[in-house]
């Protein structure tokens, strides 16, 4: 058995336009004045039907449009995309297919298309509870739309989720406790909780650079909120399942597993990565071009430029390593072994287990609550 096929097989769909660019933000997304959603929708198809070719027969486990600001697709273009999908593979029974959202009116009032379309689980992209962090972030919604998205898309979806961001300007752990006691009160589902990073190339990494970013957190204090959202969610039956993610058991994102547990995924848009394996078990990962302009032309043209390299076990098994700690069931060191034709060292493994950081527990490696708090150290440990 193949490892897509334990870890299920999905497709994501890169939308890349916003109405504006978040100073946070390094993912691939462009503003715009104008937009053919015609010939998007064109493309989107021509690269379903092209990677269907290379991969028949395959059950489907999750769709998942993301951005960029997917809910400023037309929900013609979802549904089409969605019919498109489930015609060129077998969808499992209960096949997850998320969109993202951000709480403007403007898509909050497209929640019931979307899910005419085929949407079944939304994602919100909250970010904070407060107006002053929201307009610091960059947002274009307020405190006030971001509680209607939520009771909105709770209203409408039987599956939900939204994001926060902590540890950012001036915020104290008080009231970073306060908000994620609000957000676990309104949230019926999934909630996503991330430390603000400030990544090269945004408006943030330079300003940061400049000294033009005050009152961020040190990072003791980062650790500390932290902890505290483990112990939080914890208490509200809501515990990690991975490093930044908490759910109810059953409420965890399909999508984002077949990730963590080195799946195949296609990735459908500009900039968008994936993961590929051919019947002969080799595996390949790819990406589409990053432009939006050069990505359509080629798209539309049945002439992709995308990039595609074959991974080499030592890639696999790093892979394996990277994705596989980030989640509670960790890492099959049986599989490890498989791919790369040898055992991760002792050498390396005892004296995590000796510092707490790690446990291997019927044969998976997975992190203490202490190793995960320094989740990165001990990958480094793991992998020089």
Request: aromatic residues 8%.
């Amino acid at each position: 058995m193949q490892r897509w096929q334990e870890a299920g097989f999905g497709l994501y769909v890169h939308w890349p336009f916003c109405q504006s660019k978040c100073p946070y933000c390094d993912f691939n997304s462009h503003v715009s004045d104008s937009v053919d959603h015609d010939d998007w929708a064109a493309a989107y198809l021509n690269e379903l039907r092209r990677y269907a070719e290379e991969t028949p027969g395959r059950v489907l486990s999750s769709i998942f449009f993301g951005g960029g600001t997917p809910s400023l697709m037309k929900p013609a273009t979802v549904a089409a995309i969605v019919d498109e999908a489930v015609k060129l593979w077998t969808p499992a029974n209960d096949i997850e297919i998320t969109l993202e959202a951000n709480p403007t009116s403007v898509e909050i009032g497209r929640f019931a298309e979307f899910k005419s379309a085929g949407i079944n689980r939304v994602s919100v992209g909250v970010q904070a509870l407060n107006d002053t962090d929201l307009r610091r972030l960059g947002r274009m919604h307020d405190a006030r739309e971001a509680r209607r998205a939520i009771d909105v898309s709770q209203a409408v979806f039987d599956r939900t989720s939204f994001d926060l961001i902590y540890a950012r300007q001036d915020q104290t752990i008080g009231e970073w406790e306060a908000e994620l006691k609000e957000a676990l009160a309104l949230a019926d589902g999934h909630l996503s909780l991330y430390q603000l990073t400030i990544e090269p190339g945004t408006v943030f990494g330079a300003r940061f650079e400049r000294g033009l970013l005050k009152g961020l957190p040190v990072e003791d204090v980062a650790a500390d909120m932290y902890e505290l959202t483990q112990d939080i969610c914890t208490a509200h039956a809501r515990p990690a399942y991975e490093i930044s993610n908490h759910a109810r058991p059953g409420d965890e994102s399909r999508h984002n597993m077949i990730y963590w547990r080195c799946g195949d995924f296609l990735g459908i848009g500009p900039g968008a990565h994936g993961r590929l394996t051919d019947s002969d078990d080799h595996r390949y990962s790819t990406m589409a071009l990053q432009m939006p302009g050069e990505w359509l032309e080629g798209a539309l043209g049945r002439n992709p430029k995308d990039g595609r390299e074959l991974l080499s076990r030592e890639a696999q098994a790093t892979e394996l390593l990277l994705m596989g700690m980030r989640v509670n069931a960790g890492v099959d060191l049986t599989e490890y072994e498989g791919i790369l034709g040898a055992p991760l060292s002792p050498a390396k493994l005892e004296p995590l287990k000796t510092q707490g950081l790690v446990n291997i527990t019927n044969g998976l490696l997975h992190t203490t609550p202490s190793g995960r708090l320094l989740l990165n150290w001990v990958l480094k440990e793991l992998l020089i």
